[in-house]
């Protein structure tokens, strides 16, 4: 894994893709389910902090726009290997299915946010749905006994 807007080094297997601001990484083929969740949960924490960034101010509207920039390249990558990333084998048909949608879903919510339009309602609303999305395929991956606790607790 490789995150985006910084050094190029790989990741160990078992190290989270979110650890701190702008840290959306990408789904490559053949990663394991937990790297998979791993950079899912990365995308919904950026999806948290740039909502967290909107209702600040022109310093947090900078600083939102580079994170939406990131995220939105590291969606749009998946977004054109979707079809062979889904193709895991060490997924199943429903997890290759949920994660395939999910991508395109992603993609398509966050890809009418202009990174350099202001932060507002919209974003908001964008990213809400985006998140949404994140936690369903989540949940797929995790299986139904498990409950996803949401990265997003304050949309509203």
Sequence with gaps: LRTAGSQKRPRSAGEQCATGPG?????????????????????AYDINRI???IPQGSGAAKEAQSRLKK???????D???RHAIARNP??????????????GDVFFAIQGIGVNS?????????????????????ADLQGL??????ATTDWL
Excluded at 120 to 132: G, I, N
Excluded at 145 to 150: A, D, L, M, S
Aim: aromatic share 6%; hydrophobic share 40%.
């Design 145 to 150: 006994e498990k409950v996803v606790e949401p």
């Design 51 to 53: 909502g967290v960034l």
């Design 23 to 43: 840290s959306a990484g990408r789904i490559k083929e053949g990663m394991e389910k937990a790297q998979i969740a791993a950079v899912l949960q990365g995308y």
């Design 71 to 77: 995220l939105k390249d590291a969606v749009h990558s």
């Design 90 to 103: 060490q997924l199943t048909d429903r997890e290759q299915a949920s994660l395939a949608r999910a991508i």
């Design 118 to 138: 202001n932060p507002s309602a919209e974003w908001r609303t964008a990213l809400f749905s985006a998140d949404l999305d994140i936690q369903r395929c989540l």
């Design 79 to 81: 977004y054109k290997h």
